[in-house]
């Protein structure tokens, strides 16, 4: 997406609304997740369990985004629903 820029419409089909909603809220993670990971909008949480050492953010009051980072990267590995709707995923 570097470099692109996303215009909304307010009125939309259902899918394209949440494409829409999807996009900003990817280029907001973009920019909070390269200042601090552990902190900003969304109630950053660090998990527990089988998503040790991932953290999960808010990106609407049922969607999450479940990311982990070192140094030099952030992986985002999920985005939308929530994790504990996850039963059979696999997380390296």
């Not at 950053?44 to 808010?58: A, V």
């Given at each position: 997406?570097?470099?692109?820029?996303?215009f909304?419409?307010?009125?939309?089909?259902?899918?394209?609304?949440?494409?829409?909603?999807l996009?900003?809220?990817?280029?907001?993670?973009?920019d909070?997740?390269r200042?601090?990971?552990?902190?900003?909008?969304?109630k950053?949480?660090?998990?527990?369990?089988?998503f040790?050492?991932?953290?999960s953010r808010?990106?609407?009051?049922?969607?999450?985004?479940?990311?982990?980072?070192?140094?030099?990267n952030?992986?985002?590995?999920?985005?939308?629903?929530h994790?504990d709707?996850?039963?059979?995923?696999?997380?390296?």
């Amino acid at each position: 997406m570097g470099g692109t820029n996303i215009f909304c419409k307010h009125r939309q089909s259902k899918g394209q609304h949440y494409l829409c909603n999807l996009y900003f809220w990817i280029r907001v993670l973009k920019d909070v997740l390269r200042n601090d990971p552990r902190q900003g909008i969304g109630k950053p949480e660090l998990l527990k369990h089988k998503f040790s050492g991932y953290w999960s953010r808010r990106i609407s009051q049922k969607d999450r985004v479940v990311y982990k980072f070192d140094e030099d990267n952030i992986y985002i590995v999920i985005i939308g629903g929530h994790y504990d709707n996850l039963v059979n995923l696999k997380i390296h």
